[in-house]
């Protein structure tokens, strides 16, 4: 089978969020597969462009019709002995050759011709797939430029859509006229585009995809809710026949802990005393008293609303009166920003503030925390949580999307579940999970076998993949 993936990130190009991880692991996953060939496109980012450590060829150029538009694409592809597996970049330097990949006033219309120029592109390199596996409201236009230009013609017929969300709260919208004037689109399709006033990109994707699927299960359920779905629950309710819930996995290569080279010492579930020489580290990099008898919490996130750290801000007084160490990595909002910062200052030997993106520290915390904190409003899947796990670091995670499905509430009586739960949305209930996690910690016995048995949960993308060729077989055969 053919794959095209399209979408605005992946690492190790490009990546802002959770989107860039699964961009980068799902092809890798599926390109493992007997007769398969995946195809990965992604702008040509002014940030891949200038990076020398990316191997990039340059294949042809034409132009792209966007509207009244004639468009420059370039097309160039990273240079690869593995076949099966190929990264496309769509070129045009007034697009794309900016710092950021989102947040420009243009943002629109960067990303319909985007989404064009991958559809004109099948021509030029004459390889047609079986389906396109479109991703958030970026690439959203994908599906519906092939219905309303490219349907008619005999080699884009048989492709078949999957459009996947990641997350409900970006959906793509623009002005009335962006249909007309942007997207050249013919007046009877202002139906399909328009959602409460304007132009809507997520909705019109399901109308026009074969499938559409969200990042966990419950999500999937979640989002067919008026509190999850940030206007679009009836659209949804009324295709809920063609959309599911696929949960996200990690790469289990990149996250290893016996074979991390960012971490100060490798460990496994057999040699967790190592994982309390990576704890003595972090405590000693971040200038928090270096003991082994306090639980230590980490927030790696973006300080932002729905993340839940306005549950963290009304008992963040109480938490640190509790013997435990706090360590928040991640930007965001100014005013959480400005929190952490100061708390930090007032309880140095408690509360380690870092806002910065740093993925050695990162790694570094994932190896050396013993609980991670996840106290999310809405999370679509969450890869914190999976990564921690990994490490042998208990999650506290607010039962919503793939939380809830990645993180069982842990039973003393039975062993079973994987950290601790709280289920309405309240920063007291928070505190309790927190503290029940604290409380374990001091029970070695059960600590350690928690430790162990999340350690061996399966994060990986061997079950999620196959869910994805089950949909990609109904929409083909
Ligand atoms: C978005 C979601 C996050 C999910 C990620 C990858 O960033 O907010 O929950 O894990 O996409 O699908």
């Known amino acids: 089978m053919k794959i095209l993936l399209a979408s605005s990130e992946a690492a190790p190009f490009i990546k802002t969020g959770g989107l860039g991880d699964v961009a980068a692991a799902l092809p890798k996953a599926l390109a493992e597969s007997a007769n398969t060939e995946v195809y990965v496109f992604l702008p040509y980012y002014k940030a891949i462009k200038d990076n020398p450590d990316f191997e990039i060829e340059y294949l042809t150029n034409f132009t792209v019709p966007l509207s009244w538009r004639s468009v420059y694409c370039g097309l160039f592809r990273a240079v690869s002995k593995r076949k099966k597996l190929q990264y496309y970049f769509i070129d045009n330097e007034y697009y794309f050759y900016r710092d950021g990949c989102y947040g420009h006033y243009d943002d629109g219309e960067r990303f319909a011709f985007f989404s064009k120029a991958i559809l004109e592109s099948l021509l030029h390199l004459d390889w047609y797939p079986d389906v396109i596996h479109a991703n ?45 004037e942007v997207l050249g689109l013919p007046g009877d399709w202002k139906g399909t585009m328009q959602f409460d006033g304007c132009t809507n990109l997520m909705k019109a994707a399901i109308l026009t995809s074969d499938r559409v699927s969200t990042v966990s299960r419950t999500y999937a359920y979640e989002i067919q809710n008026p509190y999850f779905a940030h206007g679009l629950h009836d659209v949804l309710r009324s295709h809920s026949y063609k959309l599911s819930g696929v949960v996200n996995g990690i790469d289990t290569e990149v996250f290893d802990p016996a074979t991390d080279p960012l971490i100060y010492t490798n460990f496994d579930a057999a040699t967790l005393e190592k994982k309390a020489e990576n704890k003595k580290f972090l405590q000693e990099r971040l200038g928090l008293a270096v003991r082994d008898d306090v639980p230590m919490v980490v927030m790696i996130t973006r300080l932002v609303g729905h993340k839940g750290v306005d549950l963290i801000q009304a008992v963040m007084g109480d938490l640190l009166w509790d ?75 607010r039962e919503t999307g793939g939380l809830f499905d990645t993180v069982p509430a842990y039973d003393i009586a039975t062993g079973e579940g994987n950290g601790f739960t709280f289920k309405t949305y309240n920063a007291h209930d928070m505190l309790d999970a927190v503290r029940r996690g604290e409380g374990l910690f001091h029970d070695k016995e059960h600590w350690t076998a928690l430790q162990k048995s999340v350690m061996a949960h399966d994060s990986s993308w061997k079950r999620s993949v196959q869910e994805y060729w089950d949909i990609y077989h109904a929409m083909t055969d």
């Not at 870092?354 to 994932?366: C, W």
């Open 136 to 180: 958030d409201w970026q690439t959203a236009l994908v599906p519906v430029f092939l219905r309303a230009f490219y349907m008619g013609s005999e080699e884009y017929q048989p492709i078949r859509t999957l459009f996947t969300i990641h997350n409900m709260e970006y959906q793509g919208r623009f002005p009335d006229e962006f249909v007309d």
């Open 323 to 397: 013997d435990l160490q706090l360590v928040v990595i991640g930007t965001g909002e100014w005013q959480y920003e400005e929190m952490f910062r100061s708390y930090a200052w007032n309880y140095p030997a408690k509360m380690s503030a870092n806002i910065v993106f740093d993925n050695t520290l990162a790694h570094q915390a994932y190896a050396g925390a013993d609980l991670v904190l996840m106290p999310s409003k809405q999370e679509p899947c969450g890869l914190t949580q999976l990564i921690a796990m990994r490490y042998g670091t208990i999650p506290i995670v």
